[in-house]
């Protein structure tokens, strides 16, 4: 083919190759794994029935938050959120782990629907006042950031088995440092040790390819994930 051929041919070759990079994006080429064992699932299709797997998700929960408020898994259906475990006594490690999250928060600051969560594993100490006074020390922003307690072997159960966390001990209590964030369908997409910079850094720029996954067209901005 002749020089002339190629530069036509490429000429006309180029809109639609543009089209195509410019309506999928990267993001189409990008997706968070999912964390947790698929379990089989039957649906009804015209009549037929037909197995398929579904992703594991977060299980439900319940506990009372820094204000005193009752709280359950269904104020957060619909949103991405980022869960940690923790108690307000833990020092420098609980200090760190709840400044890399204020760090993640302040990240996404004016996303009304990425939330998050903080789960204490010592409520004989962590009381509502308690609970309120870290957020304080922290600088949380508590319009979208929940701090919870509630049963103690429930939290071990959940921290463990509901969120996928090993732990060990520390002074006494069984800890995670770990954060997960979970999409909107309560699948957990990531796991990141919470006190490494290297890996909360990570988790910021997942939680972006996150909210590309559901907005693949649009900018990051306020109220963003909003439906």
Request: hydrophobic share 35%; glycine share 8%; net charge positive.
């Amino acid at each position: 083919m002749s020089k002339k051929g190629l530069l036509i041919g490429g000429i006309l070759l180029f809109p639609p190759v543009l089209f195509i990079l410019l309506s999928t994006g990267k993001t189409n080429f990008i997706r968070l794994g999912y964390f947790g064992t698929k379990t089989p699932h039957t649906i009804t299709i015209n009549g037929k029935e037909k197995t398929d797997t579904v992703y594991y998700s977060a299980p439900p929960f319940n506990g009372i938050n820094q204000f005193g408020d009752s709280v359950s898994e269904k104020k957060f259906l619909g949103t991405i959120y980022i869960a940690d475990f923790f108690y307000t006594n833990g020092g420098k490690n609980e200090t760190a782990l709840a400044a890399e999250m204020q760090r993640v928060q302040e990240q996404f600051k004016g996303y009304d629907s990425i939330l998050f969560i903080s789960f204490s594993i010592d409520p004989l100490r962590d009381s509502v006042s308690a609970l309120s006074a870290f957020a304080k020390k922290v600088h949380a922003n508590t319009k979208t950031w929940s701090f919870i307690r509630g049963d103690q072997q429930k939290m071990y159960a959940l921290q463990k088995d509901g969120y996928l966390l090993s732990v060990k001990d520390s002074d006494g209590f069984s800890l995670s440092n770990k954060l997960v964030l979970v999409d909107k369908s309560k699948h957990i997409r990531g796991i990141y040790t919470g006190t490494s910079v290297t890996d909360v850094n990570r988790l910021i720029d997942e939680t972006h390819v996150l909210i590309d996954e559901y907005f693949v067209h649009r900018k990051p901005k306020k109220n963003a994930l909003d439906d």
